[in-house]
């Protein structure tokens, strides 16, 4: 089975700073790597597919790279809007999450 | 604009059966696959169920296999997830998802005596 580790678990970070968030896969995952934002009492809402695609309508301040094992999610300005938990889901071999990392403003 | 509203969540006693329930709107249901993922209470997400688009392929983690099943009814754009022999530790809130792309709200399923 395929292990997904995401760092930080929690983030705070202050109005416009550059905000990276890490899922590293325990073996090659290409880039089946998909990021999720979920904010309280909201379904979880995809961002980023295939590991830099970005899903239709999300802003552009987040972005994301990566391929092979280690992935990295971007926001580039920090918005109030931002304050969420975000995770990683591998689909290359079956689906597994990143443990969530959860972000406030500071 | 996609729509998952899941239903049929509750509490149930160990060991007993429940039927989660999801209907699906503004999208071409029968043209995607559909899953079910779970969150248990302060624990990580648990992808439990996949089923191709016409019903006839369905996929499950060893954790739910044999106890979990997943189906469809492509008329009437539903999603079914049938749980038997229900765990505490099946504890959690369930997410309808069109695959990877989109998810419901969730409902949430308590096993205790």
């Known amino acids: 089975d395929i292990q997904m580790t995401q760092s930080p678990s929690f983030l705070s970070a202050s109005v416009g700073d550059r905000v990276t968030i890490n899922c590293k896969a325990s073996?090659?995952?290409?880039?089946?790597l998909n990021w999720y934002q979920q904010k309280l009492g909201e379904a979880p809402k995809l961002l980023i597919y295939?590991?830099?695609s970005l899903q239709t309508g999300i802003p552009s301040r987040f972005s994301g790279s990566g391929s092979g094992t280690d992935f990295t999610l971007t926001i580039s300005s920090l918005q109030p809007e931002d304050v969420a938990t975000y995770f990683c889901?591998?689909?290359?071999?079956?689906?597994?999450f990143g443990s969530g990392t959860k972000l406030e403003i500071k | 604009e996609v729509q998952l509203v899941e239903s049929g969540g509750g509490l149930v006693q160990p060991g007993r059966s429940l039927k989660l329930s999801c209907a699906a709107s503004?999208?071409?249901?029968?043209?995607?696959?559909m899953a079910w993922v779970r969150q248990a209470p302060k624990k990580g997400l648990e992808w439990v169920a996949t089923?191709?688009?016409?019903?006839?392929?369905?996929y499950y983690p060893d954790s739910v296999k044999g106890r979990f099943t997943i189906s469809r009814d492509n008329a009437k754009s539903s999603l079914y997830l049938q749980m038997n022999s229900l765990k505490s530790e099946d504890t959690a809130t369930y997410y309808c998802?069109?695959?990877?792309?989109?998810w419901g709200q969730g409902v949430m399923v308590t096993v205790s005596s």
């Open positions: 089923i191709s688009t016409s019903g006839s392929r369905t």
């Open positions: 503004g999208f071409t249901f029968s043209n995607y696959y």
């Open positions: 073996q090659n995952i290409n880039r089946y």
């Open positions: 998802a069109r695959h990877t792309t989109h």
């Open positions: 889901l591998q689909h290359n071999s079956w689906f597994t």
């Open positions: 295939n590991a830099n």
